[in-house]
């Protein structure tokens, strides 16, 4: 019961972050949309490590290869895997990499991956 409620909590803490990055991009604040979907992946590790509770490493911690090894438990195929692993790690490093501010083409580009990875995940963990 706990598990799931921090799932839920930490979709929604996702959703929220993908709203604000909306918000930002129709607002032409390219680099604070950018930081939101980065907060996003941020979200969407926490929620994936929820719905894994059986493993006690912290995600946030672990380096791409370990990450993939702990989504795999929760996906159906090891492509699905490779492509969330890859997708919330390329997110969470964006908001990381921000020195210059991004174009309206590259945050919209940034914007639509984080769109499809947080469908991915929130299928995964409450699907």
């Known amino acids: 019961?706990?598990?799931?409620?921090?799932?839920?909590?930490?979709?929604?803490?996702?959703?929220?972050?993908?709203?604000?990055?909306?918000?930002?991009?129709?607002?032409?604040?390219?680099?604070?949309?950018?930081?939101?979907?980065?907060?996003?992946?941020?979200?969407?590790?926490?929620?994936m490590a929820a719905s894994l509770p059986r493993i006690k490493k912290d995600f946030m911690e672990m380096d791409n290869k370990a990450l993939y090894k702990a989504i795999s438990d929760l996906t159906y195929t090891p492509d699905e895997a490779r492509q969330i692993t890859r997708s919330v790690c390329e997110l969470r490093k964006t908001g990381e990499s921000c020195n210059n501010p991004p174009s309206r083409a590259e945050a919209k580009?940034?914007?639509?991956?984080?769109?499809?990875?947080?469908?991915?995940?929130h299928d995964l963990c409450v699907g």
């Open 109 to 121: 580009a940034v914007f639509s991956k984080a769109e499809e990875t947080f469908r991915l995940v």
């Open 1 to 47: 019961m706990v598990t799931t409620i921090r799932v839920h909590t930490f979709l929604k803490y996702a959703r929220t972050h993908l709203q604000e990055a909306g918000a930002a991009l129709r607002e032409d604040r390219s680099a604070v949309a950018v930081g939101r979907c980065s907060d996003m992946a941020i979200a969407l590790i926490k929620a």
